[in-house]
């Protein structure tokens, strides 16, 4: 805990080296906090992104494929725009066998943001699908980061456009390089599959 020293620099360079040599010789995870700060400890220790700073030698935050332990969490991110409508429902089963098109992000253990990539090959293009960021993380680059990853995915796929369709979020899509389209775009397999009830709307960006 910093203080009456918190605010000079030597006193927050002696904690800082303190941490870094604990982090170094096997402590997981060092904390520095405020201790005018009423109930920084209980924060630091029991919400996911704390009030003070952590020095560790651990991924805190990660992007990457998903694995079939995500399951429940991408299930668990989904639920909520599932039953707002905004995304097609998509059960544990499909899930499950569509696992390797996602990527994840994920926050000390918790996926907090997920989007999927479907290749047509045959038509050089790939959908661009559920993604999702959870509510505490929505105002960060976290969309951003899956689709440039999402992207490169893609070209080295040899894919050479992306489509997606949505009901909520077409302005963001656009503000990524997203041109608007019609249903015709889209590959003949996936027209035949577009759900003229939901009426999304269909965006197209090239790679």
Known sequence: LLGEE????????????????????????AHLLDASEDGALLKELFTRDGCGTMVTRETYETLRGARIDDVGGILELLEPLEQNGILVRRSRELLENEIQRFVIIERDGMVIACAALYPFVADHTGELACVAVHPHYRNSERGLQMLRYLERRAREQGLKTLFVLTTHTAHWFREQGFDPAGVEALPEQRQQLYNWQR???VFVKNL
Do not use: C, I, P
């Open 6 to 29: 918190r605010f000079t620099d030597s006193a927050v360079e002696r904690q800082l080296t303190a941490a870094y040599h604990a982090a170094s010789n096997g402590v997981a995870r």
């Open 199 to 201: 009426n999304s709307k």
